[in-house]
């Protein structure tokens, strides 16, 4: 019972460097959503899925790329990395339906850019 | 826009004292609601959630909220509050599928 997997735990970049934050979930669930987490702000949605081949942009979109070719994965990309990316990132699922609906986090990766 | 308003950054109970978590939405719509705990270093736990229905909505660990549409509000509560429940709770409004929207947080203290 995986749930939502995020890989990796910690990573550390330096200024300029890409990379892609992995998530993966195992409950066939339609949803998927990634999220970032800064003291005071709470967590501020960067982009979102709603199915595969379907994504959009959240609050925080700029500086991140996501697609979505499968129902499992949903990676993160980031495309050149800034000190303002230093933050904690949480990935998360939902099923569609209104019974079904409530997203599950996955444990987060904390990225620190330097 | 949607966008949801926890009153307090900090609360502070005693052990066996009611906790009372405020929550005030925004919508147009009437919303999906949430509740999540993090402890410290781990992800988001779904405390509970409000889709349709009954307006009273109980939720894991002896936690409750009442949607009240009056009063846009989607407040927690729990009786007796025990030291386990230190934590930091955000309440969260879905305006539409795929998208959650966050308060800032309520990280709530208890003391002996």
């Known amino acids: 019972n995986a749930g939502v997997t995020q890989t990796p735990k910690f990573q550390v970049l330096k200024t300029g460097q890409s990379m892609t934050l992995q998530c993966a979930q195992d409950m066939n669930h339609e949803y998927m959503s990634w999220y970032r987490q800064d003291p005071g702000m709470g967590l501020r949605l960067i982009h979102y899925s709603v199915g595969a081949g379907i994504t959009d942009q959240g609050e925080v979109p700029n500086g991140y790329n996501v697609s979505r070719s499968t129902t499992e994965d949903f990676p993160l990309r980031l495309l050149s990395a800034a000190p303002s990316q230093t933050s904690v990132y949480f990935c998360?699922?939902?099923?569609?339906?209104?019974?079904?609906?409530?997203?599950?986090f996955g444990s987060g990766t904390r990225l620190t850019v330097v | 826009a949607q966008s949801v308003t926890q009153l307090g950054s900090h609360v502070s109970v005693s052990e066996g004292a009611l906790v009372l978590l405020r929550c005030n939405y925004s919508s147009s719509v009437p919303p999906y609601l949430f509740w999540y705990v993090q402890y410290p270093n781990q992800g988001l736990q779904l405390l509970l959630k409000?889709?349709?229905?009954?307006?009273l909505v109980k939720g894991i660990n002896g936690f409750e909220a009442e949607f009240k549409k009056s009063e846009t509000s989607f407040h927690l509560t729990k009786p007796s509050a025990h030291m386990s429940d230190a934590a930091e709770y955000f309440c969260a409004v879905s305006p539409q599928g795929g998208k959650l929207i966050f308060g800032q947080g309520t990280e709530l203290s208890v003391k002996p």
């Open positions: 409000y889709t349709t229905g009954a307006t």
């Open positions: 998360a699922s939902s099923g569609a339906g209104t019974a079904n609906y409530g997203y599950t």
